[in-house]
């Protein structure tokens, strides 16, 4: 079949169709473009030269554009910057809005491109000199620096976890798509990580994506990992470290006194000091509680790993974040049980992520209603501040015209259907 056809004009006419983008005159499907990038040469040089950019074909009631890119003579379609919202909410352009999203307070360590996205993150990638773990102290100021809303020059590994959640799309829920499985979140943030430089590196290079585990890939994905270890080496007085990016599987004591941390889907384990682990518990409690380790829920960590002297991968930082089974981001165990509910509602739903800022953003956004309806979950009891803090979110929300659909934690869930 033939995934090129004519099209009958150049505004966002014609019926809306999901998967497909126009390239100057040409209607393409999107999935061939980026399978073949190589076949649309010509006409991704035509469209950046005619029109500057492509056209999602999702909706009929505005263009939505874009952007082409070129990276070593071969072109690939991005997200507008910031413009992923104007999609339709089932299109796989979708992301949700800068409004409602941390990275509205971080112009200043994400700079977008032609050559794409490049990212500051504030922990140093290499590192001269002993190890001193200044990275247990970045964890600490992280977690601690929730109140201030200033645009940021860097970004810590907290924000970097949320942009590319964001980013590949994670944080939206369409009833559309099919059963989200890792193999699915890695090929999205390994697509997101291809056009993004972190601290003037590829990200690509720096960043493993635990592959999905497959029985007759096992030795080869096992010979990759050493590979990628190996980059990690020491030269004199150099530490080249990486980013590990997975699912918690289980941690134990090791008989050093350290922690073995095992990930979903990978036989070779990482290591952790004690003190490490338990800052991470403090700084990230939703994550590691009782309630997290509940069948059906994910706890998804961003490590900063470095190799030990005798070769080990040790992890010098970490950021986690609680999931649902379908890996839809949660700052608390209600609120993974709210997405799952909106979910198994058939519900189109985002879940605004803050990057660590302090911006208060609705637990969720429900894009299936016109204008988006927020949701809020009421968890926590008697604590002064956080009453205060949900009576003044209900009252901007009532002053602002928002529809609120509210869930105290104590009564049972509110009807979710449509
Ligand atoms: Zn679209």
Known sequence: ???????????????????????????????????????????????????????????????????????????????????????????????????????????????????????????????????????????????????STTTRNSMGLLALLHFLWESA??????????????????????????????????????????????????????????????????????????????????????????????????RAPLFASTPLMNRARRSYPSVFSEQAGQVGRRQVVLCLVERSPRGYPLVVDLAAMLTTGSYIPADSSHEAEMAEALQNAGRAFVKPLHYNGGSIFPDFVLVDTDPETYVEVWGVRGRQDYEVRKRSKQAFYRDSGRTLLEWDVRDALPDLTR
């Open 1 to 147: 079949m033939d995934p090129v056809r004519a099209s009958e004009g150049i505004g966002a006419t014609g019926p809306a169709v999901l998967g497909q983008v126009r390239l100057a005159d040409r209607v393409v499907v999107t999935s061939s473009v980026k399978q073949h990038p190589d076949r649309y040469t010509l006409l991704f040089g035509r469209a950046r030269s005619e029109v500057g950019h492509a056209v999602c074909l999702c909706r009929t009631d505005q263009v939505v554009r874009l952007v082409i890119r070129c990276r070593a003579g071969r072109y690939h379609l991005a997200n507008w910057p910031a413009g992923g919202h104007q999609h339709a909410p089932a299109c796989p352009w979708y992301r949700s809005s800068s409004s409602i999203s941390g990275r509205s307070a971080h112009t200043g360590s994400i700079t977008t491109t032609d050559e794409g996205t490049s990212i500051r993150l504030s922990t140093p990638l290499t590192v001269r000199g002993a190890s001193a773990s200044p990275a247990d102290k970045s964890m600490l100021r992280q977690a601690n620096n929730n109140s």
């Open 169 to 266: 799309r994670l944080n939206v829920w369409h009833p559309h798509h099919r059963q989200r499985i890792w193999r699915i979140c890695r090929a999205l943030l390994e697509e997101q990580a291809s056009d993004c430089r972190v601290n003037q590196v590829a990200l690509a290079d720096v960043l493993w994506v635990v592959p999905p585990f497959e029985r007759e890939h096992a030795d080869s994905i096992n010979v990759a990992w050493q590979r990628y270890l190996a980059r990690l080496s020491n030269v004199g007085r150099t530490r080249r470290r990486g980013l590990v990016l997975g699912e918690i599987r289980a941690f134990e004591p090791t008989e050093h006194g350290g922690v073995r941390l095992r990930l979903a889907h990978q």
